[in-house]
T-cell receptor
């Protein structure tokens, strides 16, 4: 089954404790992206990757890191999480950057205390 | 910069009622326009799209027409069902291929 998976689905942590949210897709997609969803703000892009070893900042990259060492994986790293990073995070992928349809993962709800 | 504005929700309707969710956008050039749907506990799914002016996107009884003169892409459905209860996001993709989302509109359909 073609899908985008994220782990964990739910995470509660404390300020400053490094964490990683994993994202994996099995569709051989070149393009992957991370978004955060906050009430009333829709989805805002954090980082994206057009291919292996190619990443770039989105609209709200501060406080986040990403890496793309393999085509299927695109982890999101929070080196020192803060309460303003409490949010719902979505990973997405598509065949290429300009391709019409992005496939979204189920989301990761992160709470930083 | 680009922006998408949607009507604030929640929108509460009875089953079989007519649905309109307004969406307007600001962008340079000729963006592609999308509606995504998010069912409870799930990620977003593409519902429909339109890539040029006067195009009509349609899927699952939903429709939206790309109106360049009013910079709008309103979502409509003639008869909603309880299973349509979800959050709906309007989005655009500009020439740089970046997606910009609206704030989302929650639809609740009562039996």
């Amino acid at each position: 089954e073609a899908q985008v998976t994220q782990n964990p689905r739910y995470l509660i942590t404390v300020t400053g404790k490094k964490l990683t949210v994993t994202c994996s897709q099995n569709m051989n997609h070149e393009y992957m992206s991370w978004y955060r969803q906050d009430p009333g703000l829709g989805l805002r892009q954090i980082y994206y990757s057009m291919n292996v070893e190619v990443t770039d900042k989105g609209d709200v990259p501060e406080g986040y890191k990403v890496s793309r060492k393999e085509k299927r994986n695109f982890p999101l790293i929070l080196e020192s999480p803060s309460p303003n990073q409490t949010s719902l995070y979505f990973c997405a992928s598509s065949l290429s950057m300009g391709y019409n349809e992005q496939f979204f993962g189920p989301g990761t709800r992160l709470t930083v205390l | 910069g680009d922006s998408v504005t949607q009507m604030e929700g929640p929108v509460t309707l009875s089953e079989e009622a007519f649905l309109t969710i307004n969406c307007t956008y600001t962008a340079t050039g000729y963006p592609s326009l999308f509606w995504y749907v998010q069912y409870p506990g799930e990620g977003l799914q593409l519902l429909l799209k339109a890539t040029k002016a006067d195009d009509k996107g349609s899927n699952k009884g939903f429709e939206a027409t790309y109106r360049k003169e009013t910079t709008s892409f309103h979502l409509e459905k003639g008869s909603v069902q309880v299973s349509d209860s979800a959050v709906y996001f309007c989005a655009l993709r500009n020439a740089g291929n970046m997606l910009t989302f609206g704030g989302g509109t929650r639809l609740m359909v009562k039996p």
